[in-house]
Every structure is written in C-alpha cells, then in structure tokens.
C-alpha cells in the first residue's frame, strides 16, 4: 500500500487535480486499490477531495483558483 501511495502523491504533484479514475490509468494500478490509498492519504491530512461538479483529488494546500497559474 505504501508503494501505491507514494506513486499517487507523485502524480499529483505534476498536477493541479485529477480524477481518483485517472489517477489509477496513469500509475498503473486498479481503481479499486487507488480509492483505498487515497482514503488513507485523506485520513493522513497529505491529500484532499475537491467537488467541482464530480470529484477529484488534489496534494492538500495546493490552491486551485481559476484563472491563476501556480508554480
């Protein structure tokens, strides 16, 4: 589980967000596993769920004003 974790705190970091679906295609594990990890992540304060029409998840603190580019 650490090793999943590790690879989706990865991804997120080149990303302003992205769907727990994708996030899965992309570091090549099941949805199923991704949606575990993520649910501890979440629990650990290390990433947060955004719901702007459907849900994604996000590094926690990133800042996601639209319009505004961050480094």
Same mark, same amino acid.
């Given at each position: 589980?650490?090793? /999943?974790?590790?690879? /989706?705190?990865?991804?997120?970091?080149?990303?302003?967000?992205?769907?727990?679906?994708?996030?899965?295609?992309? /570091? $090549?594990?099941?949805? &199923?596993?991704?949606?575990?990890?993520?649910?501890?992540?979440? &629990?650990? *304060? &290390? /990433?947060?769920?955004?719901?702007?029409?459907?849900?994604?998840?996000?590094?926690? $603190? &990133?800042?996601?004003?639209? *319009?505004?580019?961050?480094?």
């Amino acid at each position: 589980m650490e090793e /999943i974790k590790e690879k /989706i705190l990865a991804y997120l970091a080149g990303v302003s967000k992205e769907k727990p679906r994708v996030v899965a295609e992309k /570091i $090549g594990v099941k949805k &199923k596993e991704v949606d575990k990890a993520v649910s501890e992540l979440a &629990k650990e *304060g &290390k /990433i947060e769920y955004l719901y702007i029409g459907t849900s994604y998840i996000t590094l926690a $603190g &990133k800042d996601h004003t639209p *319009g505004v580019e961050h480094n």
